[in-house]
C-alpha cells in the first residue's frame, strides 16, 4: 500500500521525492557547468607562466603566483577601459530605470484610463520585432555627431521594450485600491506613480536594474564599432581586442622583464577575472528581487 505523507499542505509521495532528487541532481551538474569555466580562468590567472603554456591547470593554480594580476593592476589602458564602463553604467542605468518605469506606468492601466493604449504598445512592439539594420543605425548616430561619444553606448538601449513589458505586467497585479486609496486622500498621478507604486514595484525594478547592469558591462560589439580609437573603448571592447589580437609594438622593456614570470594566457585569465567580479559582487544584493519581479512581471500579457 503506497503511502503520501502531508508536509506543510503538500503531498509527498515517493514519486515526488524521486523528481525532487533528480531535478536537485540536474541542477547542480548545470551548476557545475556553468562555474567550473569561472573556476578554470581563476586557476589560470593565479598559475605561473610555465604552467599555463604547458596546459597543466585545470581547476587548481599551479606554481601560485600574483604576477599576472601585478601586471593588470599596472596596465593604464585596462584602468582607462574599466573607468569608461563605469562612466556608461552610471549614465546608462539611472536613466533607463527611469525611463522604464514612466512608459510602464501608463502602458499598465485600461484603454478606459489610457486613451491609445493599443496605439503605443504597437508602437512599442514594432521596434522590437525589427530593425533598420547595422548600416542605417552607424549613418545616423554619425550625423547626429555620436561616433567616438560615450552617449553611443548609451542612448541605443535606453528604451529595452522587454524590460518594459516586464514593469507593465508587474504593476498591474499591484492591488487597484492602493491607488484609489492615494487619489482619495488627495494624491496626484505623480504622487501615486513615486509613493505608493515605486516601493511596490521594487522587485521588478531590481530585476530590470540587473538586466541593465550585466547588458551594459558585458556589451563589446558597440564600443568596437563607434569608437575609432582604442582609448575609448569599455572594458569588454579593450578585452576583446586583448584576447584576440596582440600588438607586440607596445611592449616596453620593463614588460619584457615581466614576461618571464607570466604569459599572455595568465594575464588575460587575470584581466577576465577582475572584469567578471565587479557583476559578481552586484548580483547577490539583487538575487534576493530577481526571481519574483521576473515571475509576477510574466505572468499577464
Given at each position: 500500500?503506497?503511502?503520501?505523507?502531508v508536509?506543510?499542505?503538500?503531498?509527498?509521495?515517493?514519486?515526488?521525492?524521486?523528481?525532487?532528487?533528480?531535478?536537485?541532481?540536474?541542477?547542480?551538474?548545470?551548476?557545475?557547468i556553468?562555474?567550473?569555466?569561472?573556476?578554470?580562468?581563476?586557476?589560470?590567472?593565479?598559475?605561473s607562466?610555465?604552467?599555463?603554456?604547458?596546459?597543466?591547470?585545470?581547476?587548481?593554480?599551479?606554481?601560485?603566483?600574483?604576477?599576472?594580476y601585478?601586471?593588470v593592476?599596472q596596465?593604464?589602458?585596462?584602468?582607462?577601459?574599466?573607468?569608461?564602463t563605469l562612466?556608461?553604467?552610471?549614465?546608462?542605468?539611472?536613466?533607463?530605470?527611469?525611463?522604464?518605469f514612466?512608459?510602464?506606468?501608463?502602458?499598465?492601466?485600461s484603454?478606459?484610463?489610457?486613451?491609445?493604449r493599443?496605439?503605443?504598445?504597437?508602437?512599442?512592439?514594432?521596434?522590437?520585432?525589427?530593425?533598420?539594420?547595422l548600416?542605417?543605425?552607424?549613418?545616423?548616430?554619425?550625423?547626429?555627431?555620436l561616433?567616438?561619444?560615450?552617449?553611443?553606448?548609451?542612448?541605443?538601449?535606453?528604451i529595452?521594450?522587454?524590460?518594459?513589458?516586464?514593469l507593465?505586467?508587474?504593476?498591474?497585479?499591484?492591488?487597484?485600491?492602493?491607488?484609489?486609496?492615494a487619489?482619495?486622500?488627495?494624491?496626484?498621478?505623480?504622487?501615486s506613480?513615486?509613493r505608493?507604486?515605486?516601493?511596490?514595484?521594487?522587485?521588478?525594478i531590481?530585476?530590470?536594474?540587473?538586466?541593465?547592469i550585466?547588458?551594459h558591462w558585458?556589451?563589446?560589439?558597440?564600443?568596437?564599432?563607434?569608437?575609432?580609437?582604442p582609448?575609448?573603448?569599455?572594458?569588454?571592447?579593450?578585452?576583446?581586442?586583448?584576447?584576440?589580437?596582440y600588438?607586440?609594438?607596445?611592449i616596453?622593456?620593463?614588460d619584457l622583464?615581466?614576461?618571464?614570470?607570466?604569459?599572455?594566457?595568465?594575464?588575460?585569465?587575470a584581466?577576465?577575472?577582475?572584469?567578471?567580479?565587479?557583476?559578481?559582487?552586484?548580483?547577490p544584493?539583487?538575487?534576493?528581487?530577481?526571481?519574483?519581479?521576473?515571475v509576477m512581471?510574466?505572468v499577464?500579457?
Amino acid at each position: 500500500m503506497r503511502t503520501t505523507k502531508v508536509k506543510n499542505g503538500i503531498k509527498t509521495s515517493w514519486q515526488r521525492k524521486a523528481f525532487m532528487i533528480c531535478n536537485l541532481i540536474f541542477l547542480s551538474l548545470i551548476s557545475l557547468i556553468c562555474i567550473l569555466p569561472l573556476v578554470h580562468i581563476l586557476a589560470l590567472s593565479f598559475s605561473s607562466s610555465f604552467a599555463a603554456s604547458s596546459g597543466k591547470v585545470s581547476i587548481w593554480p599551479v606554481d601560485a603566483t600574483l604576477e599576472s594580476y601585478k601586471y593588470v593592476l599596472q596596465n593604464a589602458a585596462f584602468w582607462h577601459a574599466f573607468v569608461v564602463t563605469l562612466k556608461r553604467l552610471v549614465l546608462a542605468v539611472p536613466l533607463t530605470l527611469f525611463i522604464v518605469f514612466i512608459t510602464a506606468y501608463p502602458m499598465a492601466k485600461s484603454s478606459q484610463k489610457f486613451k491609445g493604449r493599443e496605439f503605443y504598445t504597437y508602437f512599442l512592439l514594432i521596434p522590437m520585432l525589427f530593425g533598420g539594420g547595422l548600416i542605417p543605425e552607424y549613418m545616423t548616430y554619425m550625423k547626429y555627431g555620436l561616433i567616438n561619444n560615450i552617449w553611443v553606448l548609451v542612448l541605443p538601449g535606453l528604451i529595452p521594450i522587454f524590460s518594459i513589458i516586464l514593469l507593465m505586467n508587474f504593476i498591474r497585479d499591484l492591488p487597484a485600491e492602493m491607488e484609489e486609496a492615494a487619489s482619495i486622500d488627495g494624491a496626484g498621478p505623480f504622487t501615486s506613480l513615486f509613493r505608493v507604486v515605486l516601493p511596490l514595484a521594487t522587485p521588478a525594478i531590481a530585476t530590470i536594474a540587473l538586466f541593465s547592469i550585466v547588458g551594459h558591462w558585458n556589451s563589446w560589439f558597440d564600443g568596437i564599432l563607434y569608437m575609432n580609437h582604442p582609448k575609448n573603448y569599455p572594458l569588454q571592447s579593450f578585452l576583446q581586442k586583448a584576447l584576440t589580437s596582440y600588438d607586440t609594438k607596445t611592449i616596453t622593456s620593463k614588460d619584457l622583464n615581466m614576461m618571464r614570470l607570466i604569459s599572455d594566457q595568465t594575464t588575460r585569465a587575470a584581466q577576465i577575472f577582475v572584469a567578471t567580479l565587479p557583476v559578481l559582487m552586484v548580483y547577490p544584493f539583487l538575487q534576493k528581487h530577481f526571481t519574483k519581479g521576473l515571475v509576477m512581471g510574466s505572468v499577464k500579457g
